[in-house]
């Protein structure tokens, strides 16, 4: 009985790239969610989103960072250009569908370092 | 601006004793989520309280809710090394057929052997 898959656990990568995070929610949740995490501002939300919908964005920072849930396959973090400022934790959860509050399970995260 | 106030930020304490952390807020909540998150690891809820003066208890842990639901508190009695971690608060929203936790910056516990 798999929990929340992220992967990679840990992504270096150097001004200017790429970073691709996945999350692989429980089987059979349609609701995904990320979450970024530095020290100094604690644990923030970033994206909500349903299968091929985007439902909530209003934490997501307005350039650089996109997120995605395709009808199959897993979700996508997606940051262009990174800076040293993106280096944080980057946690996924999933939930089952339908409005029910304890029901966030989340992964044990992505640690990007931008060099 | 911190909706969700989190003390003590810190905690070390040793093996055997209790302790009280806290969650304060200057604005009434619907509900109150508690959370503990341990090192490498991503958070996992320990309970949801909705009703003000609600009190829920989990093994050694006792959740409160204020009476106005502006704050709530959780005790541990006989602390254990397993019981380090991180403890977040988090008030719910509701948003598209869901809630979102916003998340105080917690309380990071050391219970020493």
């Known amino acids: 009985n798999a929990g929340v898959m992220q992967n990679p656990r840990h992504l270096v990568r150097r001004r200017g790239q790429e970073a691709r995070l996945r999350c692989s929610p429980v089987k059979g949740h349609s609701h995904v969610y990320w979450y970024r995490q530095l020290p100094e501002e604690g644990l923030k939300f970033m994206v909500y989103l349903q299968k091929e919908n985007i439902i909530d964005e209003s934490g997501m920072p307005k350039e650089r960072f996109s997120a995605e849930f395709p009808k199959e396959g897993p979700s996508i973090l997606r940051i262009q250009q990174v800076v040293r400022g993106d280096s944080a934790a980057y946690f996924c959860a999933s939930s089952p569908p339908g409005m029910v509050r304890e029901t966030q399970y989340f992964g044990p995260g992505t640690r990007l370092l931008v060099l | 601006t911190q909706l969700l106030e989190q003390s003590p930020q810190f905690l070390s304490i040793q093996e055997g004793e209790n302790l009280t952390v806290y969650c304060n807020s200057s604005s009434v909540f619907s509900s109150l989520q508690w959370y503990r998150q341990e090192p490498g690891e991503g958070p996992v809820l320990l309970v949801t309280?909705?009703?003000?003066?609600e009190v829920k208890k989990l093994k050694r842990l006792t959740f409160q809710f204020g009476d106005a639901r502006k704050d709530s508190s959780l005790h541990i009695t006989a602390a254990q090394p397993g019981d380090t971690g991180l403890y977040l608060c988090?008030?719910?929203?509701?948003?598209?057929?869901?809630?979102?936790?916003?998340f105080g910056r917690g309380t990071s516990l050391i219970v020493h052997p």
């Open positions: 309280v909705v009703t003000g003066g």
């Open positions: 988090a008030r719910t929203k509701a948003s598209g057929g869901s809630y979102i936790p916003t």
